[in-house]
């Protein structure tokens, strides 16, 4: 499985971004697919997940902000991010996991086989 992100950039408190992440698999509505974020200085940590049964988990601190869904005909992932805050400025990364993820596991990054070379996110005051 190979997972392309795209759709990062530059923008200004408040702003709004969608992230895609196009996967090369044609299984993808089997797979479990996550967003993930790592900012300097930081450790890696997810922020969204979508499972196979539709089911989505997010960090508490991009609820209400941030949606994640998929379009399955495409083999697309999306991040539509909204009213952005500096601290969201990382690079973001897709990851990908073939079959069933319990809940409390779905924003796990161990618990993902594939990943993508990320996309930068910038938000600036």
């Known amino acids: 499985v190979q997972l392309v992100e795209s759709g990062g950039g530059s923008v200004q408190t408040g702003g709004s971004l969608r992230l895609s992440c196009a996967a090369s698999?044609?299984?993808?509505?089997?797979?479990?697919m996550g967003w993930f974020r790592q900012a300097p200085g930081k450790e890696r940590e997810g922020v969204a997940a979508?499972?196979?049964?539709?089911?989505?988990s997010y960090a508490d601190s991009v609820k209400g902000r941030f949606t994640i869904s998929r379009d399955i005909a495409l083999n697309t992932l999306y991040l539509q991010m909204n009213s952005l805050k500096p601290e969201d400025t990382a690079l973001y990364y897709c990851?990908?996991?073939?079959?069933?993820?319990?809940?409390?596991?779905?924003?796990?990054?161990?618990?993902?086989?594939?990943w993508g070379r990320g996309t930068q996110v910038t938000v600036s005051s």
């Open positions: 990851a990908a996991l073939g079959g069933f993820i319990p809940i409390p596991r779905m924003r796990d990054e161990n618990a993902y086989k594939y």
């Open positions: 698999s044609y299984t993808f509505k089997n797979y479990c």
């Open positions: 979508i499972r196979t049964d539709g089911t989505t």
